[in-house]
């Protein structure tokens, strides 16, 4: 499917014009005095996530140039695409189905769309192992011999099912501990494995390619402190979460769970990748994760791009990425349960979005990703918030809170309050400002920001959470023209390591670069 690239589409340069002639001066305020219908107007509701966008630096003006620049870039037909098996991962030539994880078994008289009956024998075997990595993580649940859970993984691997774990900790009902090993950095495995018992671990080498060095090199520990404190069945204290089955078995790892080339690193939590969570929260809140996920698939799959949440939080991506030129986007969620989100969004935008060509692998003459960052609420505040509210930089900020707390309130008398109250206080201050002479004590207000509310913090409303996120970095990378799933730029770092390892031991300088070599001599002496 040909698309015209964004910056070649009419509606390019009528947002560019009206940039120049209003959009760059828009008042916040201002629009409110206006339209006393903005907050309904600019928030959205969609499964499990209500939206308020009011707080963002758009008008029904900009509102509809951008929904005609998705339009003009075939934004419909390129997700259309993506939700009927096409293989818009080019440069790996792949489909894009990560979706499909989450879809319940669709039987073949079901009036479900068209588009899922296609790709009926995938989703057969999607439920086929989702059903047998369930069985497994309820019989790892109750199995009162195993006490410590540790996944070894990095990446995809690592982040989502650690965010979730996290994020889920309320829903916990085992009280088996999980823990998360991912740096090549040995002192991370060393202090998780320093209070374990082989006998009581249970290791799941998580991933999809069964060949990354970080996770292969502590696997091989692990195996190697495994047998060296006397563990003997490797067969029943380690199992693999892979695509590559063959790799696993010839590790020794006889108990595997599958998944298939098209499911992105960054997109596997809804695989066997999520079995930490599972083994965490059992099969059924598992499948609420999933069920959550996938009404958030079906309000992006068919509501009209006017009342499509991802929709407009990714074109808001671009108008403020291309237009207003703010380089990053803080995410500030106001639960503590959501602290490791900011790090899963980092993977997820900025490992899909992070390119430099289009599709074809041309140049691009706009920018792509911003950088995204972020800690919980209320640290935040008391770190880099003084930047949000009066740097030179105008930096969007994401806000997600949750209505209801986790804790019973009576434990924790006021808490819950006072965290509603500083997220809601922040995103009024960053619009509001404070005039006080244009000295220290001045806030120039007019910063945006989105609030992102969730009933309560559940496996379903997670699922809904990062399905959103998922398709609003589909929406931006599709207006950009570029392919959100592969990651090269990852490459040539990985490649130079190999090259630099045995150059440690050897001391051999020859061909490197000055700075390399003066480190390299450093580090010998
Ligand atoms: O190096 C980047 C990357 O390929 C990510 O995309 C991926 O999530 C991570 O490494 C881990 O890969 P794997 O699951 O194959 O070990």
């Known amino acids: 499917m040909t698309r015209l690239r964004c910056d070649q589409t009419s509606a390019w340069p009528a947002l560019q014009a009206l940039y120049a002639a209003s959009g760059k001066n828009f008042d916040l305020k201002a629009a409110f005095a206006a339209d006393p219908d903005r907050f309904a107007t600019f928030s959205q509701g969609a499964p499990h996530v209500f939206a308020d966008l009011s707080k963002n630096l758009v008008d029904a003006g900009s509102q509809t140039l951008l929904f005609e620049l998705a339009r003009e870039c075939r934004l419909e037909q390129h997700r259309d695409a993506m939700f009927s098996g096409e293989s818009v991962n080019g440069t790996e030539k792949r489909a894009v189905m990560h979706f499909l994880l989450r879809n319940p078994p669709v039987a073949q008289d079901d009036d479900e769309s068209s588009a899922i009956k296609k790709i009926a024998t995938e989703l057969t075997q999607v439920h086929a192992t989702l059903d047998a990595m369930l069985a497994y993580a309820e019989q790892v649940r109750a199995d009162t011999a195993i006490t410590d859970i540790v996944n070894i993984g990095i990446g995809g691997s690592d982040l989502g099912p650690q965010m979730a774990v996290l994020a889920l900790g309320e829903f ?142 990714g074109l808001l991506d671009v108008w403020y990425r291309n237009f207003h030129g703010f380089a990053s986007r803080s995410i500030a969620p106001y639960s503590s349960a959501l602290r490791r989100l900011p790090a899963y969004l980092q993977q997820l935008e900025m490992e899909s979005n992070g390119k430099r060509v289009d599709a074809d692998g041309k140049a691009l003459p706009f920018e792509t990703s911003p950088v995204l960052w972020g800690e919980p609420g209320t640290n935040g505040q008391h770190a880099y918030f003084q930047m949000l509210h009066q740097g030179t930089s105008v930096v969007p900020v994401e806000f997600v809170a949750v209505k209801t707390a986790a804790h019973a309130p009576h434990d924790l008398p006021g808490h819950h309050t006072k965290l509603l109250a500083n997220a809601l206080a922040q995103a009024q201050a960053l619009m509001q400002g404070k005039e006080d002479g244009g000295g220290h004590k001045h806030f120039p207000g007019n910063r945006p920001s989105t609030f992102l509310l969730l009933e309560r913090l559940t496996p379903a409303s997670l699922g809904a959470l990062i399905a959103l996120q998922e398709h609003r970095v589909f929406v931006s990378g599709a207006i950009w023209g570029i392919n959100s799933f592969d990651q090269w730029g990852v490459e040539l770092g990985k490649v130079l390591a190999k090259d630099i390892e045995p150059r440690l031991r050897s001391g051999d300088l020859s061909g490197l670069d000055g700075s390399t070599a003066g480190l390299l001599r450093k580090i010998a002496g």
């Open 172 to 313: 916990a009902t085992t009280g088996k501990r999980i823990h998360f090993v991912s740096n090549v950095d040995g002192d991370e495995l060393a202090t998780v494995l320093k209070g374990l018992k082989p006998q009581s671990t249970l290791f799941l080498i998580a991933s999809k390619t069964f060949t990354t060095t970080e996770t292969m090199t502590n696997a091989h520990s692990a195996r190697r402190w495994f047998e060296a404190q006397g563990g003997r069945d490797v067969g029943r204290h380690f199992a693999a979460l892979t695509t590559n089955v063959a790799a696993a078995n010839e590790f020794g790892i006889s108990t595997t769970f599958g998944f298939w080339d098209w499911v992105g690193g960054r997109y596997s939590l809804w695989s066997a990748i999520g079995l930490p969570l599972a083994i965490a929260i059992g099969a059924a809140g598992f499948r609420q994760l999933l069920a959550g996920a996938h009404a958030m698939d079906e309000h992006f799959r068919t509501a009209p791009l006017e009342r499509n949440l991802p929709v407009r939080l």
